[in-house]
């Protein structure tokens, strides 16, 4: 069976500070990945995705960027977070354009 | 641009009694529609998804309806149970690729 690890959990980076948060999908090869931010109580805002491996479209124009190093795994980066970079961030994967399969999430606070 | 929006932010309901989430989408040309579960502090689990071939499809104790002609889709539940409290999007994929766009969500409060 897939599944999808995002690490980590929880997250206190002051203001300035780098970022690096990964997620890894086993159990699936060539999967299309994502991530996605969500603000408190609001929806989920689409950052990245990916269908391949050195392959990254941006949606929204910020602080942060996102790399696939290899064919299961995505980081998301930024090198001076910004207070408006906190939020609940998540890691999706899909097979073609299908439904997704999302990890459990990191919370980030920038302080 | 593309959007999916819900009625409804919050929506309360006795347990034991059907819950209708419903939702709107802009774009005509959507073909692929889900239905996610978002629980607090956890990613969003899948629920349920329809393509715009069909204009309703169920699940264990869920159906979703698809009605194209004023670009709607609805999301019952049967029997709701305290389980079920939870944030609901609606998202539309298969326009422009591989994004899912999600809507702002609704909140089921289900009263004991």
């Known amino acids: 069976s897939q599944t999808i690890h995002q690490w980590p959990a929880t997250l206190v980076q002051p203001v300035g500070s780098p970022l690096s948060l990964e997620c890894t999908v086993e159990g699936t090869s060539n999967p299309n990945l994502y991530w996605y931010r969500q603000a408190a109580g609001r929806g989920l805002q689409l950052l990245f995705y990916?269908?391949?491996?050195?392959?990254i479209s941006s949606e929204v124009p910020q602080n942060l960027s996102a790399s696939r190093p290899q064919d299961r795994q995505f980081i998301l980066s930024s090198k001076k977070l910004l207070l408006s970079d906190s939020g609940f961030y998540l890691c999706?994967?899909?097979?073609?354009?299908?439904?997704?399969?999302f990890g459990s999430g990191t919370q980030l606070s920038v302080l | 641009g593309e959007s999916v929006g819900l009625h409804l932010p919050t929506l309360s309901v006795q347990e034991g009694d059907n819950s209708i989430i419903n939702c709107a989408y802009s774009?005509?040309?959507?073909?692929?529609f889900i239905w996610y579960k978002q629980e607090s502090g956890k990613g969003p689990q899948f629920i349920i998804d329809?393509?715009?071939?069909?204009d309703k499809r169920q699940g264990q104790r869920v159906t979703v309806l698809l009605n194209k002609t004023v670009k709607h889709l609805s999301l019952q539940i049967a029997a709701t149970q305290p389980g079920d409290s939870a944030v609901y999007f609606c998202?539309?994929?298969?326009?422009?690729?591989?994004?899912?766009?999600f809507g702002a969500g609704t909140r089921l409060f289900v009263k004991a």
């Open positions: 999706a994967w899909s097979r073609g354009n299908e439904k997704l399969f």
């Open positions: 329809i393509r715009s071939n069909m």
């Open positions: 990916s269908v391949g491996i050195g392959q």
């Open positions: 774009n005509s040309a959507s073909d692929y």
């Open positions: 998202a539309e994929s298969g326009t422009g690729g591989f994004k899912t766009i």
